[in-house]
C-alpha cells in the first residue's frame, strides 16, 4: 500500500437544525485520512453520523464546516460544474438498502447507464449497452438482466446492480455505506468478496461504512470508531482488535459473538458509560502508539500510554 | 404493465367505462360516417318530431337531427376534455414538481397559488374567467384548464415530496445528475400513477363543466353541436318533446359516468397498497 493520501477530512462538522434553537450535531469534527488503495472502515452504533459522514464527503449534505480534500484539492464549498463533474465521476457511492436505491421505474440499463450518460463516457447506444453488459457480467450477473427492473431481482442481486453502476464511470474512490446490512447473512460474504475483488482489480480506495465488527475487520485495512458524532479511535485493524484503548471500543468488541463456546461462556459485555470521563477537560485526538489515535483527555492519555508501554 | 392490465381487468365496472369511453372516441373521430344528416342542417317541416326510423333521437325546435348532434356533440366534449385537461395537466404538474422538488419560498409560493384557485368554487372560477375572456371555445378550454390546475400542482408536489428523499434520487444526485434530470428521468415517472388517475377523473369534471358552461350561455357559439348546448335549448321545449332534453342528457351521464369508473379502476390498479392485498 502507497501511503499516498487520497482523501483528507478535515474537522469536519454537519450539524442539522431539528427545531427553532434545537441542533442535532451528527457530525462533530472528525478528521481523518484515507490512502490510496485501502479500505477505511468506519464504524458505530446506530446514529453516531457515520453514515452522514460518508453523505457529507461525497455532497449529499453541505458540510456545515471543515474540508474534504480529495487528491490534493478542497471538494466542498461553491464549485463550477466542470470541477463537480470530475469529483462526481471519480467518487461513487454504494447505499444501504438496496430495494430503495435503485429507480423502480428505470431497466437495469438504463440504472447503470446513467453515470455514463452524466459524463458522456460513451458515444454511441451500442457502445453504451456494451459497456453495461461488461460491468453486468463483472459483477456476477447476466448481460440479459440489464432490460429487466429492480423488482425482478434478489437483495444480493440488486445489490449487484448498486456495485454495477457505482463502477460504470471508473471511480477512484468508492463511499460504501453498509452496503451489505439489508442483505441475507449468506449473501453477505458474496458481496463483500466481490468487492474486495474489484478493488485488487480496478485498485479502487473504498470508505466502508458499517455495525458489523467481524465484516469490518475482514474487509478493512484501518477502522475508525465513531461515537456520538466523534472519532474516538483509529488503528489499523489488527491493532485495533488486539488493543482497543478506548473504552467505547473495549465495549463494541466485547459484543462480537464468536462460534466458539469456550469463549463465549466466558466473554462479558463491557458495558460503556461515557461518565467515566473527566469532562472538566476537552479531549483531543492522540496518538498513543504508532499509528495508533485516541480520543482522550491528558491524563488519560498518559495511563493510555503507560499501560501499553508494559506490555 | 401487464400485471397492471390483469388488475384492472379484475374490476369489470371500470372495463365497461373503458368500452363505452373507446365507443365515444371512435363516434367522435368516425362521426362524419356514422350520422345519417347534417347537425347544422335546419329542416322546418320537420320541426319537432318525435324519435322515429328516420330520425332516430327526433329532432330539434329547428328540424336539427339530434342523433347527428349528439355524434358530432362527442367531438366537442373529448376536445374540451383533451384540451382542458392537457392543459391543467401540464401546468399543475409542472407547477406541483418545482414546487416540490425545490421546497423553500418557490414552495410556498407556487402553493399559496393553488390555494388562491382552490378557494373559488371550480364553476364560479370557470365562470369568471369566461366573463373576463368573452366565450369562444378556445377560451372556454382554457378556462377550464386553469380551474383544474391546482388539483394536479397539489398531487403532484405532495408526490414528489414523498419521492425526492428516496435513496433512488440521493444516489442520482451523488452522482451529479441535474436537477432537471432528476426530476424528469426519476421523479415524474414514480409520480405518474396518481395523476395518471387524476387525469381520468378530471375529464370527467371537464365534460360536465363544458355542458355547465354552455347551459349557461358562456361555451362556444349556439349552433355549435354541444350537449350542454342542446341541453341548454331544450330546457323551453321538453315538456313539448321530452327526447330534445333526454338524449343530450343520456350523453353527457354516459361519459362522466364512464371517466369516473374508468378512473376508479385505474386507481385501484396503480395503487400499490391495494397490489399487494390482491397479490
Known amino acids: ?311 | 404493465m401487464i400485471d397492471f392490465w390483469k388488475r384492472f381487468k379484475q374490476n369489470h365496472m371500470a372495463v365497461i367505462g373503458f368500452v363505452i369511453i373507446l365507443i365515444i372516441l371512435l363516434t367522435a373521430i368516425f362521426a362524419k360516417w356514422l350520422t345519417p344528416y347534417d347537425p347544422y342542417e335546419m329542416d322546418p317541416v320537420n320541426r319537432l318530431q318525435s324519435p322515429n326510423g328516420e330520425f332516430w333521437f327526433g329532432t330539434d325546435q329547428f328540424g336539427r337531427d339530434i342523433f347527428s348532434r349528439i355524434v358530432y356533440g362527442a367531438r366537442i366534449s373529448l376536445q374540451v376534455g383533451i384540451i382542458a385537461v392537457g392543459f391543467s395537466f401540464i401546468v399543475g404538474t409542472i407547477m406541483g414538481l418545482i414546487a416540490g422538488y425545490s421546497g423553500g419560498w418557490v414552495d410556498n409560493l407556487i402553493s399559496r397559488i393553488t390555494d388562491v384557485l382552490f378557494s373559488f368554487p371550480d364553476i364560479l372560477l370557470a365562470l369568471v374567467i369566461m366573463a373576463i375572456l368573452g366565450s369562444s371555445l378556445n377560451n372556454l378550454m382554457l378556462a377550464i384548464g386553469i380551474v383544474y390546475v391546482p388539483i394536479f400542482a397539489r398531487i403532484a408536489r405532495g408526490t414528489v415530496l414523498n419521492i425526492k428523499d428516496s435513496l433512488y434520487i440521493e444516489a442520482a444526485r451523488s452522482m451529479g445528475v441535474r436537477p432537471i434530470t432528476i426530476l424528469w428521468r426519476h421523479i415524474l415517472p414514480n409520480a405518474m400513477a396518481p395523476l395518471i388517475v387524476q387525469i381520468t377523473l378530471s375529464f370527467a369534471f371537464a365534460i360536465l363543466a363544458e355542458a355547465a358552461l354552455s347551459f349557461l350561455g358562456l361555451g362556444v357559439s349556439p349552433d355549435t353541436p354541444s350537449w350542454g348546448i342542446m341541453l341548454s335549448e331544450a330546457k323551453d321545449w321538453m315538456e313539448l318533446s321530452w327526447w330534445t332534453a333526454i338524449f343530450p342528457g343520456i350523453a353527457i351521464t354516459l361519459a362522466v359516468f364512464s371517466f369516473n369508473i374508468m378512473g376508479d379502476g385505474l386507481r385501484d390498479a396503480l395503487d400499490p397498497r391495494l397490489r399487494n392485498e390482491k397479490s
Open chain 1, 1 to 311: 500500500m502507497t501511503e499516498e493520501k487520497l482523501l483528507e477530512v478535515k474537522n469536519l462538522k454537519q450539524h442539522f437544525k431539528t427545531g427553532r434553537r434545537q441542533v442535532v450535531k451528527a457530525v462533530d469534527g472528525i478528521s481523518f485520512d484515507i490512502y490510496k488503495g485501502e479500505t477505511f472502515g468506519l464504524v458505530g452504533e446506530s446514529g453516531c453520523g457515520k453514515s452522514t459522514t460518508g453523505r457529507t464527503i461525497i455532497r449529499l449534505y453541505d458540510a456545515t464546516d471543515g474540508q474534504v480534500i480529495f487528491n490534493g484539492k478542497d471538494v466542498h464549498g461553491k464549485k463550477s460544474r466542470g470541477q463537480l463533474k470530475e469529483f462526481n465521476q471519480k467518487m461513487q457511492m454504494i447505499f444501504q438498502d438496496p430495494y430503495a436505491s435503485l429507480n423502480p421505474r428505470m431497466t437495469v440499463m438504463d440504472i447503470i447507464a446513467e453515470g455514463l450518460d452524466v459524463h458522456g463516457l460513451t458515444k454511441t447506444p451500442q457502445e453504451r449497452k456494451a459497456r453495461v453488459e461488461e460491468l453486468l457480467e463483472r459483477v456476477g450477473l447476466n448481460k440479459e438482466h440489464a432490460n429487466r427492473y429492480p423488482h425482478e431481482f434478489s437483495g444480493g442481486q440488486r445489490q449487484r446492480i448498486g456495485i454495477a453502476r457505482a463502477l460504470a464511470v471508473n471511480p477512484e474512490f468508492i463511499i460504501a455505506d453498509e452496503p451489505i446490512s439489508a442483505l441475507d447473512v449468506s449473501i453477505q460474504a458474496q458481496v463483500v468478496n466481490l468487492l474486495k475483488d474489484l478493488q485488487k482489480e480496478h485498485g479502487l480506495t473504498y470508505l466502508f461504512i458499517a455495525h458489523d465488527l467481524s465484516m469490518v475487520k475482514y474487509i478493512s485495512d484501518r477502522i475508525g470508531v465513531m461515537y456520538f458524532g466523534k472519532m474516538v479511535e483509529l488503528a489499523d485493524s489488527e491493532e485495533l482488535y488486539k488493543n482497543p484503548i478506548h473504552p467505547y471500543t473495549k465495549s463494541l468488541l466485547s459484543a462480537i459473538p464468536l462460534p466458539d463456546p469456550d469463549y463465549e461462556r466466558n466473554r462479558k459485555r463491557i458495558v460503556y458509560d461515557p461518565s467515566q470521563h473527566d469532562i472538566s477537560e476537552a479531549p483531543e485526538f492522540r496518538e498513543v502508539r504508532p499509528n495508533h489515535w485516541v480520543l482522550c483527555t491528558t491524563k488519560e492519555f498518559e495511563t493510555y500510554k503507560t499501560e501499553f508501554q508494559n506490555k
